[in-house]
């Protein structure tokens, strides 16, 4: 992710009902609809941690695995092998880490580093107090792939191809997936909603997680 000042946005254009006081369709560029997607990537670990952080008042829960993850939390590092052990169960890590970072909206920034083996094994970790095979402390930091940084901050692309409905479904853009999906809402009469352009930060992606 480019490196600014400014917080990074992406635009959606509503179409609002009056009548009904209701949002019934977004349109979406493919930045947005690719943080969306990036939602289903994130480990469970994550979501919760996340939720955490930035509850408001009253905690967010996700079933009973809200207790698990707090069960885990307020353990004693006695009752893991190792430090690494509790860390890697409080913050798992996605696959799709170095790809979160071309993301316009990244709501799980995490510092991609390897250490290998001082000497010549071929094994790699993310923790430099990892033990190799041979025995050799794995503190050999490995140079980070290089990902190539967004264009910019905000992302003002407000001629969406995706549309996406008020319960996430998330289709192409076309005038019969529009038109079906506004007679399905009973909102057939276009001239009767009003447009609105938005711009979404890390908040609001963090509400609709």
Known sequence: MAESSEEPKVSLRLFIDEEKNKVVLAEASKAFVDVLFSLLTLPMGTIIRLLEEHRESQPITVGCFSNLYRSVAEMGIDNFKTDVCKHILLHP?????????????????????????????????????????????????????????????????????????????????????????????????????????????????????
Request: glycine letters at 4%.
């Open 93 to 209: 890590r996605s696959v799709r880490d170095l790809q979160y970072k071309r993301l316009m909206l990244n709501i799980n920034p995490t510092e991609v580093k390897l250490f290998k083996c001082p000497i010549s094994c071929n094994f790699y970790s993310h923790f430099s107090t990892s033990r190799c095979q041979c025995g050799s402390s794995m503190n050999k930091e490995f140079q980070e792939p290089r990902v190539v940084p967004v264009a910019s901050s905000i992302q003002n692309d407000v001629n969406g191809v995706f549309i996406i409905t008020d319960d996430l479904k998330v289709a192409v853009r076309s005038t019969d997936v529009v038109l079906n999906e506004l007679k399905s809402l009973g909102s057939g009469d276009i001239s009767k909603l009003r447009e609105m352009l938005v711009y979404i930060g890390f908040e609001e992606v963090i509400h609709v997680l």
